[in-house]
C-alpha cells in the first residue's frame, strides 16, 4: 500500500495538512501533532494505521524486517534508515542484498520457483491456482517481475526463508482463559483492577522466542482448518499422536473451534524473515474458554516448531515474536482484560 496510486495520495494528503500547518486532526487514531519527527514520518505513520491497524511510527511499524543478521544465517542486510524506508523517497544508491534460503531454492513443494524460470508464470495480485497471491492489504507492486514490499525497503531482496514471491499467509489461533485460583475464581490483578487472561503460547525452535502458536495456510486450505491444523501440531504435539488420540483430540478441538471468537488482526507483519520481495501477512484470531473446561480437557504438549509450550499471563511486560504483542494487546482490550498498570495508554491501538 505504501506505493503506487494510493500510497502517492496518501503522501499527497499528508503533504496539505503540513502546509496548512493543522495539529490538531485527527489521522488514524493520533494527532498530527504525535506524528514528532518528520513529513515523511507522519505520512508513514497514517499509512502503516490504514496497512496494518498498528498505531506508530517507522521504528515500531517497520522495525523486524529490517534486522540483522537475516534468521538462520550470517547475512547482514543492507541498512535502511528511517527516512528511507518507504518507496516514494528516491534513493538511487539504494543497493540491497540479495538472498534466498537454500532450503527455499531446493524447491520444496511450499516454495515457488525463482523469478526468471522460463515456466514460471505467477499472477501476481490475484488467486493463482490453489496459492492466494493476493494480499489482505490491498493491491502490491510489481517492479522488474518481482513483488514490493508494501511497507516499504528491508535492505534484502529475495526471499529468505519465505516460499512465496509476495504475500506468504498464515494463521495465528490465540487461545484464551482466565486466570483462577485453586477455588476457580478469576485472579483480578490488584492495581488495575481487572481479570488476568491467559494464552497458549509456544517457544519458538528456530529463534527462541515465545510466541502464539501459528504457522503457513496450505494452498487451497481455509483459515478456519489452518489455526486449529497449527494449534493441534505446535501446542498438542497431534503430530506424534496415534490415530486413536488423534480421533480424540479432534474432537476435542472442534468444539473449541466451533465456538463464537473474535478475529483480532488481518493484514501485514513485520516478521524479522520479510524481504523487499517476499513478506508475511496473517489473520489472527481469538478462541477463548471462558469456563476453561474445554482447556482443562487438553494437556498441553510442545511438537512441530515448538520446543516448549504453557499459558501464559497477558500484560505489557511480554516480549513475544515478530508482531504478537500488538495481538495479545488487542485480544486484552477487546475481553476487557487487564493489559497495563499505567492507565494512560497514549494513542489507540
Not at 494527532?31 to 514520518?41: E, G, I, M, P, Q
Request: charged share 25%; with cysteine; glycine share 10%.
Amino acid at each position: 500500500m505504501a506505493g503506487g496510486f494510493l500510497g502517492k495520495t496518501l503522501a499527497a494528503v499528508s503533504l496539505s495538512v503540513a502546509l496548512a500547518s493543522v495539529t490538531v486532526k485527527s489521522l488514524g487514531g493520533c494527532s498530527v501533532a504525535a506524528c514528532r519527527n518528520s513529513l515523511l514520518s507522519c505520512r508513514f505513520h497514517v499509512n502503516s494505521n490504514m496497512m496494518s491497524g498498528f498505531n506508530g511510527t517507522i521504528e515500531n511499524s517497520h522495525n523486524k524486517a529490517r534486522t540483522s543478521p537475516y534468521p538462520g544465517s550470517k547475512v547482514q542486510r543492507s541498512q535502511v534508515p528511517n527516512d528511507k524506508v518507504g518507496w516514494l523517497v528516491e534513493w538511487h544508491d539504494y543497493n540491497p542484498v540479495e538472498y534466498t534460503a537454500v532450503s527455499v531454492l531446493a524447491g520444496p513443494q511450499w516454495a515457488d520457483p525463482q523469478i526468471n524460470e522460463s515456466n514460471f508464470s505467477p499472477k501476481f495480485n490475484e488467486k493463482d491456482g490453489q496459492v492466494e497471491r493476493k494480499s489482505q492489504n490491498g493491491l502490491y507492486e510489481v517492479e522488474n517481475g518481482r513483488p514490493r514490499n508494501p511497507a516499504g525497503r528491508t535492505g534484502l531482496v529475495g526471499r529468505g526463508l519465505l516460499g512465496r514471491w509476495g504475500p506468504n499467509h498464515a494463521a495465528d489461533p490465540i487461545i484464551t482463559r482466565w486466570k483462577r485460583d485453586r477455588s476457580g475464581n478469576k485472579i483480578t490483578h490488584p492495581i488495575s483492577g481487572k481479570n488476568i487472561l491467559q494464552f497458549v503460547a509456544i517457544k519458538r525452535k528456530d529463534c527462541g522466542e515465545w510466541a502464539i502458536p501459528g504457522g503457513m495456510v496450505d494452498p487451497g486450505e481455509k483459515i478456519s482448518a489452518t489455526l486449529k491444523r497449527e494449534f493441534g501440531e505446535e501446542a498438542l504435539n497431534s503430530l506424534q499422536k496415534s490415530s486413536a488420540e488423534k480421533r480424540e483430540l479432534q474432537e476435542k478441538l472442534h468444539k473449541l473451534f466451533s465456538q463464537e471468537h473474535l478475529v483480532i488482526y488481518k493484514g501485514y507483519v513485520d516478521d524479522p524473515r520479510n524481504t523487499d520481495n517476499a513478506w508475511i501477512e496473517t489473520e489472527a484470531v481469538n478462541y477463548h474458554d471462558e469456563t476453561g473446561e474445554i482447556m482443562d480437557n487438553l494437556a498441553l504438549e510442545a511438537g512441530d516448531d515448538a520446543g516448549k509450550v504453557k499459558w501464559m499471563d497477558i500484560s505489557d511486560k511480554l516480549k513475544l515474536y515478530a508482531s504478537h504483542v500488538q495481538f495479545i494487546k488487542r485480544v486484552a482490550e477487546k475481553r476487557d482484560a487487564h493489559w497495563s498498570e499505567d492507565s494512560e495508554t497514549g494513542c489507540p491501538g
